[in-house]
Structure formats: structure tokens, C-alpha cells
């Protein structure tokens, strides 16, 4: 039989390698044949518009191959809508879909299997509703804590005790030198003391013993 492989990953940093180990094993074990592997890194289930799957749909059309391989549907898409579509243009076509992790197949003689890709593609859009709500919920807590992570937006704040980086440069200290001390950086220390005048320590008077001599 003439296969399809088809991997799908959501982000660039993900890797699809898994899902083609157990593909090409599943392929090899039954003496089919590979004809193309078809692979989208970095797309969403949710987008139906991926290259490499509208590839292998337009491959399809011209009975390039009998079958499709997928490690698992939601790999294939987590609409509902757009995952039956396209899995009944192939089945139409003539060319089987197989959900390698999940038993799932539509060849014309297993019904169960086929009543089962419903029931799984069902599940896939609901975990994509489920994730949706989870990220929905984390906007709604940065709207209240100030970023998407809940942190306070921009730098943290450093803590230092000015009246001491004062007394320091009162006693003649360089900012440099301040700044090093209390574990700051230099346009820290400068920026929080800029508004308070720095009393600086007046010169050292160098007193001149006159000696009066003496008759």
C-alpha cells in the first residue's frame, strides 16, 4: 500500500521526530510504502490553511497515494468541522485515514473504528475549547496583576537604603563605588538620589601655627 505521512507540531521549538519514528516503524512493520512525508512545524491544529497539509490534500486528489498516517488526529486538526471535512474528501476519494496511536481507520470494514474518529475528533475540539478558556483566564488575571505572567509589568523595582547611598557620597564616595556596595547599578543609585542634594562634606581646614617669638 502507498503511504502518506503526516507530523504536525504547534511551535517552531517542538519537534515532530517522535510522531515519525513511530509512523515510518508503523509503515515498515506491514511492507507499505512511504511516497512522501508531509510535515508543518509551528502550526496550529486550529489552522486549516498549513502548507504541507494543503500538499498533501492536493496530492490526494491525484491518487498519489492510498492511504494517510497520522500519529494521533488531533496531530491532524482539533476542529471538528475541519478535521471530518477533510478526512471524508479522502475517504471519498478513496484513500484511508489512520490515527496510528488510537486505532482509528476508515476503511470501509471496520465501522466501529470509523464511529470511534467522531467520538475522537470531538475530544480534540473540546481540549482545544478547554485551552482557550485556560488562556482567556490568564488575560483576565494580567488585566489585574499588571502582565501576562501576573508579574508586575517592567524591571523590579531594586531595593536599596538611600540614606545610606547618601551618607556615602556625603563622605565622598563615587557613585561607582556606592553603587558597588549596596548591589546596584550605577544609574540606579544616581537616579534615586538625584532629587534629594547631597550634602558634601566641607574641606579640611588646615589651621597654620604662627609662632610668636619670644624676646
Not at 11 to 23: A, G, K, P, V, W
Not at 95 to 115: K, W
Not at 125 to 142: F, K, M, N, S
Not at 169 to 175: K, T
Amino acid at each position: 500500500m502507498r503511504c502518506a505521512i503526516y507530523a504536525r507540531v504547534s511551535t517552531t521549538d517542538q519537534s515532530c521526530q517522535l510522531q515519525l519514528s513511530e509512523l515510518r516503524q508503523y509503515v515498515e512493520r506491514r511492507n507499505w510504502q512511504t511516497i512522501d512525508e508531509y510535515i508543518d512545524n509551528g502550526w496550529s491544529g486550529s489552522n486549516g490553511n498549513r502548507p504541507q497539509l494543503a500538499r498533501l490534500l492536493s496530492d490526494a486528489r491525484t491518487r498519489r497515494f492510498d492511504a494517510v498516517l497520522v500519529w494521533k488526529l488531533d496531530r491532524w486538526g482539533r476542529s471538528v468541522a475541519d478535521s471530518i471535512k477533510t478526512i471524508q474528501e479522502l475517504t471519498s476519494l478513496g484513500i484511508r485515514f489512520l490515527a496510528v496511536t488510537q486505532n482509528i481507520d476508515t476503511d470501509e470494514s471496520n465501522p466501529m473504528s470509523r464511529f470511534l474518529l467522531h467520538i475522537m475528533a470531538s475530544f480534540a475540539e473540546l481540549e482545544r475549547e478547554l485551552i482557550r478558556e485556560r488562556v482567556a483566564a490568564g488575560l483576565e488575571y494580567a488585566r489585574n496583576h499588571g502582565s501576562k505572567s501576573g508579574k508586575a509589568i517592567g524591571r523590579p523595582q531594586r531595593v536599596f537604603r538611600r540614606d545610606v547611598a547618601l551618607r556615602l557620597r556625603a563622605e565622598g564616595m563615587s557613585w561607582r563605588a556606592i553603587a558597588t556596595k549596596l548591589s546596584v547599578p550605577l544609574s540606579t543609585v544616581r537616579d534615586a538620589c538625584a532629587e534629594t542634594p547631597v550634602v558634601e562634606r566641607p574641606p579640611a581646614v588646615t589651621q597654620t601655627l604662627h609662632l610668636t617669638a619670644t624676646a
